[in-house]
């Protein structure tokens, strides 16, 4: 069964940092580029950062540039690294996952979640003192 699954969550302190990971379970990540999303209460989900299959190049939204960084290493695993975060940055996160050659070398779109393949169930955020 082909399962991405996220880990990493919590509750921290406004300022704080977290590390989110998403592992891949019963395929190899080698050929997905990875999209990390996110839904706080009552609104829709949102993009927040992808990486390229290769992991040259990522994308960020607006909201979270400078603060968050996403990676990816050998073992199947990508991270969101989260660093001063704020209430606004409460919500579950999720991570996708996008096949394709037309991701080797640039991150996926962050706007259009029809290009992903695969999805987690989400770990919860919450950013509160």
């Known amino acids: 069964q082909l399962q991405l699954v996220e880990s990493g969550g919590g509750l921290v302190q406004p300022g704080g940092s977290l590390r989110l990971s998403c592992a891949a379970s019963?395929?190899?990540?080698?050929?997905?580029?990875i999209g990390w999303f996110r839904q706080a209460p009552g609104k829709e989900r949102e993009g927040v950062s992808s990486?390229?299959?290769?992991?040259?190049?990522a994308n960020y939204a607006n909201s979270v540039g400078g603060r968050f960084t996403i990676s990816r290493d050998n073992a199947n695993t990508v991270f969101l690294h989260l660093s001063s975060l704020k209430p606004d940055d409460t919500a579950v996160y999720y991570c996708a996952a996008a096949y394709g050659s037309s991701w080797y070398f640039q991150p996926p779109t962050i706007i259009d979640e029809s290009v992903y393949d695969h999805w987690g169930q989400g770990t919860q955020v919450t950013v509160s003192s």
């Open positions: 990486i390229s299959v290769r992991g040259g190049r």
């Open positions: 019963g395929f190899s990540l080698d050929h997905y580029a």
